[in-house]
């Protein structure tokens, strides 16, 4: 008898009466107690191994798939998912833990150094980066003075060594300045250690707050916490592994217990820099006669609101404190009337009738700085080509000649001077009844009857070389020199003789313009 080749003489399971099978359901029965011979034990091997790999949703023999959701993730043997297992239990986090025991800060310190009742909840402290206990920095300067030693955290003013801090008696946060204080822990030696009332192994908590720029923490004043008594609520570090189900609860060190006074300057101070986001409606609702005010850093009063409700007189005031009050909306709509200037002699009302802006005393301006124009709807239907409508002037030298034509006179007034201009009356009077000398009154049949027609009156335009031009015989009479005004409206003077007799006689021409 001669001796088998297993790799010539045993046949793959594919050529076996039992055949090929990768998808064996995981039980004793079909992986123990029913296998007969080796093709069966291979076969439950493959399922088995199929089970583990996929739980037989595919062949037993397929390539991994990469992990996908999320992000695209790394195929991993099992020494890879060993290494992810470890590090995913070995994971470090902060815990925070809070002490129930009362710390008394001393006078004159900003500071405290723990006494053995008042240590961390986890003696084991750690100064390093990794290590496990209670976060504390190594201080860099004399134990037992402040320090603003950190381990450095997300941002400057969230260390890892940051200690919350809030009363002892009402658990509410203790303020500085309007900020709320924290604490620094250090330790009196760096590295690893236990925490104890004695040399080496001490702990201090070193009290800061925030600083006015909001990018740093600070010393706390002495006077803002010396003499407190004081809870306090550490940082421990601590792996993925040794998280407790509370781990994952928000922190409960600033809840206010009943009884506790709240403030809104806490809750303001609390609140930092981040927006309030409201996803309802909020109502602040004032009693009768109570007023809510804003103001600014000098008590300035910045806008205010009064309820007027009883006699329907609510009202919102802009105060008059406001230097600058810039509305940058893109439309401003006021749905009644406006006034403004409401303290001054000339206060202006915009829309109490409608379309009209007045003044409620005094006169009114309109007040270019530039040039004004005056346009109405009628302009687009018309062959006007200034779009902007008629110029009140060109030029300042239109305004001297305005003053020159008509005198500092309102525009009805220049206009009336000018209708008024345009009206031209022509008479010729011959002289009658003899010669007469100069200086005598000189008028026709109304009055004196030394011209044979009445002269037109200048009693409404006055007596002037541009109200009232005088001839004789065609010659030119210069008004207030050659010729003067009489003793009533229409008679005239002149300086020379004047002659009515003969076959020519003397023919006076008066012109009067505008009566």
């Known amino acids: 008898m001669g001796f088998l080749r297993q790799d010539g003489q045993i046949e793959s399971t594919n050529e076996t009466i039992v055949g090929f099978n990768d998808n064996l359901a995981p039980s004793q029965a079909n992986y123990e107690t029913n296998v007969a011979h080796l093709a069966d034990d291979l076969n439950a091997l493959r399922s088995a191994v199929s089970y583990l790999k996929d739980i037989q949703a595919g062949n037993w023999y397929d390539a991994q798939t990469a992990p996908s959701a999320l992000e695209a993730g790394s195929l991993r043997g099992v020494d890879g998912l060993n290494d992810a297992v470890h590090l995913l239990e070995k994971k470090r986090f902060l815990r925070k833990e809070l002490s129930l025991v009362d710390v008394s800060v001393p006078a004159s310190q900003n500071y405290v150094i723990l006494g053995a009742g008042e240590l961390p909840p986890t003696a084991a402290y750690e100064t390093g980066a990794v290590g496990l206990g209670t976060v504390a920095a190594a201080h860099g300067g004399t134990f037992g003075d402040h320090s603003l030693d950190e381990i450095a955290g997300g941002t400057a003013i969230s260390p890892k060594n940051l200690v919350q801090v809030v009363d002892g008696a009402t ?72 998280l407790t189900e509370q781990d994952m609860m928000s922190d409960a060190v600033v809840d206010v217990p009943a009884g506790a006074t709240v403030t809104r300057q806490v809750a303001y101070n609390n609140q930092g820099v981040t927006p309030v986001e409201l996803s309802a409606s909020a109502h602040l609702d004032l009693a009768t006669g109570v007023s809510w005010h804003l103001r600014d850093n000098l008590d300035a009063e910045l806008f205010s609101i009064t309820e007027g409700s009883g006699s329907g007189a609510t009202s919102a005031v802009f105060s008059s404190d406001v230097d600058l009050l810039d509305i940058q909306s893109v439309d401003t709509h006021i749905r009644n009337d406006l006034r403004v200037a409401i303290d001054s002699a000339r206060p202006i009302r915009i829309g109490q009738s409608l379309g009209r802006i007045e003044t409620e005393g005094g006169s009114m301006e309109l007040l270019s700085a530039n040039e004004l124009f005056f346009d109405d709807v009628n302009a687009a239907g018309s062959g006007w080509s200034i779009g902007a409508g008629i110029k009140l002037s060109e030029t300042s030298a239109e305004w001297d000649d305005f003053e020159a034509a008509f005198g500092e006179v309102s ?105």
């Open 411 to 515: 525009l009805l007034d220049a206009i009336v001077q000018a209708k008024s201009g345009s009206v031209k009356t022509v008479v010729y009077a011959t002289v009658t009844g003899g010669n007469y000398a100069a200086s005598t009154d000189l008028n026709g049949p109304t009055t004196y009857g030394n011209l044979d027609t009445d002269l037109p009156s200048y009693a409404s335009v006055g007596f002037s070389p541009d109200t009232v031009e005088y001839y004789m015989n065609g010659e030119r009479l210069v008004t207030g020199v050659d010729v003067v005004a009489g003793t009533a409206s229409g008679d005239i003077q002149l300086n020379k003789q004047v002659k009515g007799t003969g076959s020519r006689p003397d023919v006076i021409q008066a012109i009067v313009w505008g009566e």
């Open 171 to 242: 658990r509410d946060p203790i303020l500085s300045a309007d900020s709320k204080v924290y604490g620094l822990l250090h330790a009196e030696t760096a590295g690893s250690g236990t925490a104890t009332d004695a040399t080496p192994n001490r702990l201090q908590v070193s009290f800061v707050r925030i600083n006015a720029a909001g990018d740093d923490l600070e010393a706390c004043p002495v006077a803002d916490i010396e003499n407190q008594s004081v809870n306090l609520c550490f940082a421990r570090r601590v792996r993925f592994e040794d």
